[in-house]
């Protein structure tokens, strides 16, 4: 196991042993769990489940039911595109299709080298500045093909 591993592994005892003895922190247990991995895979899920004796089905029932929470590895930079109504209505489908042809991955995949991964959102309240795509916590509004061409560059460069 790499040194980076075992530094996750031991921050995800330290937030255990804070909150092994309070079921109702369980959401918090998980969000927290997914900043030191990036994702929620089984294991940890496990380890969350043996810690908290919390059932791996109640665990697994909150993992899916809130879209905050994801079981894949995402990329180093997350791309989410919209595709609600309004962002589809104004082109949203032909950004999704730029970054997978540009990137070479579908929605829900990572890209070899983990820099990037791709997931589709149906609203991020952005309605009036439409389609929009965000990468991690930056929003672009008004998207283009030139647009999505412009920041894969961009982020491309960044190490």
Do not use: H, W
């Amino acid at each position: 196991m790499c040194e980076c591993q075992n530094e996750k592994k031991e921050k995800l005892n330290q937030l255990l042993e804070k909150y092994k003895d309070d079921k109702s922190n369980l959401i918090r247990v998980l969000n927290d769990a997914q900043e030191i991995y990036g994702y929620l895979p089984i294991q940890v899920q496990e380890e969350i489940s043996r810690k908290m004796n919390i059932s791996m089905a109640e665990i697994y029932g909150v993992v899916t039911f809130y879209s905050r929470f994801t079981t894949e590895q995402k990329g180093k930079y997350s791309i989410s595109i919209c595709l609600g109504t309004a962002c589809y209505v104004k082109g949203s489908e032909a950004i999704l299709n730029r970054f997978k042809e540009k990137l070479g991955i579908k929605e829900g995949e990572c890209t070899k080298d983990g820099k990037f991964s791709i997931d589709v959102t149906r609203c991020i309240g952005a309605c009036g500045s439409a389609p929009v795509f965000s990468i991690n916590d930056k929003v672009y509004t008004k998207a283009t093909l030139a647009t999505v061409d412009q920041v894969i560059e961009e982020y491309s460069k960044k190490e």
